[in-house]
């Protein structure tokens, strides 16, 4: 879903999302996204979109 938010798609490098429980950082790559271990998001978490030019991001709904 968030990723779908990122235009031009071929933009998006990553989304990370730093895990407290765990103390490690969670990745998503479209690049790579067998090896993406970053599955979902909470609604109040805080995420990085990694992009390698200009574009959008159209915030999504995303339910509680």
């Keep these: 879903t968030i ?7 071929e933009i998006l490098v ?3 999302k730093f895990d407290n429980a765990a103390a490690v ?10 090896a993406s271990d ?7 978490d805080v995420g990085f ?5 200009a574009g959008t991001f159209t915030r999504p709904l995303i339910s509680p």
């Design 49 to 53: 979109l990694c992009v390698s030019g």
């Design 38 to 44: 970053l599955t979902e998001m909470d609604r109040l």
């Design 14 to 16: 990553a989304i990370w």
């Design 3 to 9: 990723a779908d938010a990122v235009s031009p798609a």
């Design 25 to 34: 950082w969670l990745g998503y790559s479209p690049q790579f996204p067998e």
